[in-house]
């Protein structure tokens, strides 16, 4: 009794762990938990960074730089004690004279070696010119204000606020495909479910079959020879039925996959237990230019041929002026304002720059007609992408229509497939019919099935194929 009581408790937490999951379940856990995505989030966050890092340079910069250099020396301004020669001032001549040394003997200047001998000197001692500076500080608070510079402060603020808008577009982009591929993987889960079913119901099928003949044979109206190509049948059937399970099995793990969860999550589809999908053609009318302004990679593209178009700019602005006002606090120490005193002293300061570039032998010139030929070149990048996607349209139109028209006719095929094994079953129970013909009739019923069910899986892919191209997807 305990181990029914354990069973039935087992049993019962597999059927809660099997959620059921719709569509929308898959891609709303597909977009929280693709790593693309979510790198295609941070590559949005990291653009708007830099578009506010581009607007700060329209704001004055804030700057303090500061330095020590140990020197082992110190700084002597002459090599030795100076004397220097005095005058003083002539009433006679109304100017000042040197204070020479009068020879007695002649009453004139006396002079050495050629040289006058002044009277009086001014001593210069080599001490007091010799400074200390082992220890050498200095610092400055800047403050510089562009004023114009060529354009390029703007030209940045656009290329930064488009690369903001080229990381959406992009984000977008990588949505849509994620959810084209959690599509296709959950339609191909349903696909399987459902030929999973038709194999068994085939096993069913063919298994009554080679129940019915077994009796036959006891009672001699069948030979061995017929059921042994109904127990080959059989044994056909039970190995296709093992390849449906085992690839349903890996079809959900893929799918698992897609969404984020562990591959062995257990899921029970919304849409598997089906026999049709209900599926009605959707108009395929469309207006290119309306295509062209709802496809990401197209605006992304646009966006693209903007930001070159900008780099011109940026290219361009180096061959302008470039005008900024600028001011500073600096102190030092020693105080090369008051004598080298061993202390800090400060001034401040106020001034212009201005840079005009003059001749770079071509190079600023090129460097611009290289930044314009980047541009053409997006330029063709985006009319050829327009080109391709109307011919890419057009397939997916015409695959669409094609896909609905097989399906239609499968379903026509699948209602002559039901007659015929009636028709075959009653006419071999009656005597009248083989078991070969039983058997192709059985065979045949299994093919117009499993085409039904690819014919309607590919209508639903090629019209979510046919919104994808054209921009019309919803999610």
Not at 407 to 414: Q, R, S, V
Not at 434 to 449: F, H, R, S, Y
């Amino acid at each position: 009794m305990r181990n029914v009581v354990l069973i039935a408790l087992c049993a019962i937490s597999m059927m809660a762990s099997a959620q059921v999951v719709t569509l929308d379940s898959c891609r709303n856990m597909a977009l929280r938990n693709n790593k693309e995505i979510q790198q295609a989030g941070l590559a949005i966050e990291k653009a708007g960074y830099q578009r506010k890092e581009a607007a700060a340079a329209y704001l004055p910069q804030f700057d303090l730089t500061a330095g020590y250099i140990y020197n082992s020396r110190k700084v002597s301004l002459i090599k030795e004690d100076q004397m220097l020669p005095t005058k003083s001032f002539n009433l006679q001549t109304g100017s000042y004279d040197y204070n020479l040394v009068i020879d007695p003997r002649t009453g004139a200047p006396l002079q050495v070696d050629g040289q006058y001998v002044p009277s009086t000197v001014a001593l210069l001692p080599k001490s007091g010119l010799t400074y200390n500076i082992h220890n050498l500080m200095g610092g400055a608070l800047t403050v510089t204000q562009p004023i114009y510079m060529g354009g390029k402060i703007t030209a940045m603020n656009q290329i930064t606020d488009l690369a903001q808008q080229l990381a959406r577009e992009m984000r977008e982009s990588k949505v849509e495909d994620v959810i084209y591929n959690v599509d296709a993987a959950y339609w191909q889960v349903v696909s399987l479910c459902a030929k999973q079913k038709l194999a068994r119901s085939y096993v069913e099928l063919v298994q009554k079959l080679d129940d019915d003949v077994k009796v036959m044979v006891g009672e001699g109206v069948a030979t061995r020879a017929n059921q042994l190509a109904v127990d080959v049948k059989l044994n056909e059937a039970n190995v296709d039925l093992t390849k449906v399970d085992n690839g349903v099995t890996l079809s959900r793990m893929l799918l698992a996959q897609l969404c984020g969860l562990p591959v062995n999550t257990a899921m029970t589809l919304a849409d598997e237990g089906r026999d049709d999908l209900d599926l009605a053609i959707m108009p395929t009318n469309y207006n290119l230019d309306e295509v062209y302004d709802k496809r990401h990679d197209v605006r992304s593209l646009e966006l693209a041929t903007k930001i070159f178009d900008q780099q011109v700019k940026v290219a361009r602005s180096e061959m302008m002026p470039k005008l900024a006002a600028v001011a500073a606090l600096h102190a030092t120490n020693p105080n090369s304002y008051d004598g080298f005193e061993n202390r800090f002293g400060a001034a401040f300061s106020v001034g212009a720059t201005l840079r005009v570039p003059l001749w770079h032998w071509g190079g600023l010139s090129n460097k611009v007609k290289a930044a314009q030929v980047e541009a053409n070149v997006k330029r063709l990048e985006l009319d050829d992408a327009k080109e391709k996607i109307a011919l890419q349209i057009s397939q997916a139109a015409f695959r669409y229509q094609e896909a609905f028209k097989t399906l239609e006719a499968t379903k026509a095929n699948l209602t002559q497939a039901d007659e015929n094994m009636r028709i075959a079953g009653i006419a071999f129970k009656e005597g009248m019919g083989t078991i070969d013909e039983v058997l192709a009739a059985q065979t045949a019923w299994l093919k117009a099935n499993s085409e039904k069910i690819d014919a309607e899986i590919n209508v639903q892919l090629t019209r979510e194929y046919l919104d994808k191209v054209m921009g019309t997807m919803t999610y």
